[in-house]
Structure formats: C-alpha cells, structure tokens
C-alpha cells in the first residue's frame, strides 16, 4: 500500500521566491499535518485539517505561510515570499480520526527545503 | 515549559545491553500516548502505542505512569540498528493533535 507521499523531495530556491509544498495523504486518511523540523526547534506542527477542513493552524509561523486541502487525496503548503529561516524539513503525515482516542500519524519522506 | 519532555542524550549504550528512557508529559488531560523513532534525515515511524497498562513488543516495552505524568521506553538486549532518535508523543481525546518531545538520541555500539 501506498504511504503517505510528498513532493518535492529537495528543493532549493531564493529567497522571496513562492514555494509550493504538495501531498497526498494514505487513502482513506481523514486527517492530515503539515509539520516543520528543524535541529534548532525540533517538529513543530503547522497546521492540520479533518475532512479537509483547517482545524488548527495556531502553529503556521506567519501569514507567508499557508495551506489548503482542496479534497481529500491533496494538500499544499505554500510560503510567499520565502525567506532563509525557512529552510527546515516539512513534513506531511495524515492519520484517521475516530472517537474515542486519537490514532497515530504516518509521516512521508519529507521535503527538505533550502532557501538561499 | 514544553508539553512533552525528554532527556536529548545521547544514550551511549553498549551492543546488548538494556537501556531505558522517561518522558514526562504537562497536559493532565492527555489521553494517548505513543512512541516514534526517527533515524537521520529520515521520517518519524511509529514504533508502538502505550497503553494504560504497559505494553510489550518484542524487545521494546513501554509504560504510563498517570500519577506521575510520564511514559517510558525500555530497549533490552540493544543491537546496533536501534540506535535512532525516540521521539514521545501524547494528545489529548479530542481533534487527532499530537504533541511530539524533543526526542531522545540512543547510540548503541559494538
């Protein structure tokens, strides 16, 4: 089966430049996370939607940041205009929410972003 | 102070022996708890759940201590692939939020 993927899986840019960020969660999936790591901070959650809908973005850093779940297999995770402090790894990981309980998260591989 | 803490390490552990690391949680209300590794420049993988009453998987058992707010991981017999970084996680019943610690880094060596 198909884990979460991500793309892309390196990307390199100038800074003030627009960085597109793209995911499909696992199918099936009704919650996904946009997360921010880096060796400073560690993983910061971003933002995360259930049934495509932003449930908390408290942790979206600015508002050069923002996401969208247009439907239930895609996500995006833009930043404009770009700046060196946002060079990190994003990652995205999607889970299902149930009651009761929460249930863990599966991470994709990730997109290591550098800006210049 | 963090929601979830963790000693970073690293945990110099030699090749066969038993290591064990606490996390402490802030949030009372935290309903689940889990444990992920993480290995450089890869993704968090879940390595396994903690349940209320402590829960075993192979060489790796994990405990919740409510009381005291904290859960904990013990690798035995270690081998050199656990060496990883061990995130802990906790979340409270509603809305599917995890809140991830720092990590903790275990270095195992021959």
């Known amino acids: 089966d198909a884990g979460v993927i991500q793309s892309p899986r390196h990307e390199v840019t100038e800074m003030g430049q627009e960085v597109t960020l793209r995911c499909k969660p696992i199918?099936?999936?009704?919650?996904l996370f946009w997360y921010r790591q880096t060796m400073m901070r560690g993983l910061e959650l971003l933002i995360y939607?259930?049934?495509?809908?932003?449930?908390?973005d408290s942790g979206m850093p600015e508002d050069r940041f923002s996401a969208k779940m247009p439907n239930a297999s895609f996500s995006t995770l833009k930043i404009q205009p770009s700046e060196p402090r946002d060079s990190a790894v994003y990652f995205c990981?999607?889970?299902?929410?149930?009651?009761?309980?929460?249930?863990?998260?599966?991470f994709g591989d990730g997109t290591r972003l550098s800006i210049l | 102070r963090k929601e979830v803490e963790q000693d970073p390490g690293p945990f110099n552990v030699p090749e066969g022996a038993t290591v064990a690391f606490n996390c402490t949680y802030s949030?009372?209300?935290?309903?689940?708890f889990f444990w992920y590794r993480q290995d450089c420049r890869k993704e968090p993988k879940l390595l396994m759940s903690?349940?209320?009453s402590g829960n075993e998987d192979g060489r790796f058992t994990a405990q919740l201590n409510r009381a005291s707010q904290y859960i904990s991981l013990l690798i035995r017999d270690s081998k050199l692939s656990d060496s990883a970084t061990y995130l802990c996680?906790?979340?409270?019943?509603?809305?599917?939020?995890?809140?991830f610690g720092g990590g903790t880094r275990v270095l195992v060596k021959p």
């Open positions: 990981a999607s889970s299902i929410l149930q009651g009761g309980g929460n249930q863990p998260q599966h």
């Open positions: 199918s099936g999936h009704n919650s």
């Open positions: 939607f259930n049934n495509n809908v932003p449930i908390d």
């Open positions: 949030n009372s209300a935290s309903q689940s």
């Open positions: 903690v349940y209320s």
């Open positions: 996680v906790a979340s409270k019943a509603a809305g599917n939020k995890l809140t």
